[in-house]
Each structure stands twice: as structure tokens, then as C-alpha cells.
T-cell receptor
Framework: RKEVEQDPGPFNVPEGATVAFNCTYS??????FFWYRQDCRKEPKLLMS???SGNEDGRFTAQLNRASQYISLLIRDSKLSDSATYLC???????????FGTGTRLTIIP | DGGITQSPKYLFRKEGQNVTLSCEQN?????MYWYRQDPGQGLRLIYY???????QKGDIAEGYSVSREKKESFPLTVTSAQKNPTAFYLC?????????????FGPGTRLTVL
């Protein structure tokens, strides 16, 4: 089983719709969680951290469910500029490294 | 303008040749990292360095070598021992080693072995 698993998509969503991605992780000792965004043929950039209580940044909401070992990302009122690949990332303090999921590709359709 | 630069953007190499990828940062970050990204796979850690003159192997270090002689520079050499070197190589840095600190990525180098 992969340490971090994501549905690769692609998700093709009309502009203005709401879309949600899930990501599961296998190491119950994982302690920090993040969503990175990667545009086509570009480098990843941090989108948001994921806190236990859930957090929101504008149209983006991230949730963490430790009991079920998954994190989610919700994008409301999607824009064309949201088209990208979204990477689920987990940090383990035990080995001090980030583990990246393979990414979920999102395309917003006009 | 602070950031991370990688060069070249595209690199072609013949089989059996060593090649060195450049990574420079002017963010005054202590920690630097090299990742490899292949289609359908997540980023995989090759090497990382927490401080000058020190570095550790990541998950897929075989066939690669690094040096960290200066804080701002962390070049990666892809040797002929690397079986499948064609990939997108990403360099990253973070302000401190230890604990989680946001990693900032360079624009990447696409290496193709002919």
C-alpha cells in the first residue's frame, strides 16, 4: 500500500462548481498534512496546510480525519485558474521528510 | 528577488555520461533537497542537506551524488550508474532543517537520456 494515495482523476468540472478531493495516508504516526498545487510542467507550490480543526482560505477548505486517516480539499466556486494538479503531502517527524501523493488532476471547463 | 534557480531547464544526455544539475538559492535557507518526479508517481526524495558540508541519502539515492560546499548551492550529479535517469528533477529549500518548514521549489530541470 502506498504511503499517500490520491485519485489521479482527471476531474473535469464546470466553472463555478464545487469540487472535492480526498487523500488517504497509511502511517498513523503522520503529524503534518498539506496540499500543494502544481501547474502543468511547473514546480509544486504550497496551497495550504491542513489542521486538525479544519481550515479555510477563501474558496478552499481543508479537513483532516485522523481516525480514518484521510484529508480532503474542497474548492468552491471554481475558477478556470484552479486547473492544476493537487498534491497531497504528509510530513512525519520520525523520519523528517515529506511524502507526496501522485496528485489529482483538475480541469475547470468554461 | 529571492528564490531558487535551477539550470538548465532542459538537458539531453547520451547514455553513459554523467551530468550535473545546478541548484542555487538566495533565500538564506539552511536545508536543501533534491526530488525526482516521474509520470504517475509522486515526488521522490533523492538527497537532502540540512547544513553546509553535510548531506543524507533520501529514498532513491543510488546513481546520484551531491555536494554542499556553500549554503546557497546544492548541485546534483546524475551518474551513468543511474538506470532510468530520464525524469523531471526538482530542487527545494526550507528555512530550517528539523520539524516541518515550508519547502520552496525551483522551476525544475527536465533530463532526457538519449
Amino acid at each position: 500500500r502506498k504511503e499517500v494515495e490520491q485519485d489521479p482523476g482527471p476531474f473535469n468540472v464546470p466553472e463555478g462548481a464545487t469540487v472535492a478531493f480526498n487523500c488517504t495516508y497509511s502511517n498513523s504516526a503522520s503529524q503534518s498534512f498539506f496540499w500543494y498545487r502544481q501547474d502543468c510542467r511547473k514546480e509544486p507550490k504550497l496551497l495550504m496546510s491542513v489542521y486538525s480543526s479544519g481550515n479555510e482560505d477563501g474558496r478552499f477548505t481543508a479537513q483532516l480525519n485522523r481516525a480514518s486517516q484521510y484529508i480532503s480539499l474542497l474548492i468552491r466556486d471554481s475558477k478556470l485558474s484552479d486547473s492544476a494538479t493537487y498534491l497531497c503531502v504528509v510530513f512525519n517527524f520520525g523520519n523528517e521528510k515529506l511524502t507526496f501523493g501522485t496528485g489529482t488532476r483538475l480541469t475547470i471547463i468554461p | 528577488d529571492g528564490g531558487i534557480t535551477q539550470s538548465p531547464k532542459y538537458l539531453f544526455r547520451k547514455e553513459g555520461q554523467n551530468v550535473t544539475l545546478s541548484c542555487e538559492q538566495n533565500l538564506n535557507h539552511d536545508a536543501m533537497y533534491w526530488y525526482r518526479q516521474d509520470p504517475g508517481q509522486g515526488l521522490r526524495l533523492i538527497y537532502y542537506s540540512q547544513i553546509v558540508n553535510d548531506f543524507q541519502k533520501g529514498d532513491i539515492a543510488e546513481g546520484y551524488s551531491v555536494s554542499r560546499e556553500k549554503k546557497e548551492s546544492f548541485p546534483l550529479t546524475v551518474t551513468s550508474a543511474q538506470k532510468n535517469p530520464t525524469a523531471f528533477y526538482l530542487c527545494a529549500s526550507s528555512i530550517l532543517a528539523g520539524g516541518y518548514n515550508e519547502q520552496f521549489f525551483g522551476p525544475g530541470t527536465r533530463l532526457t537520456v538519449l
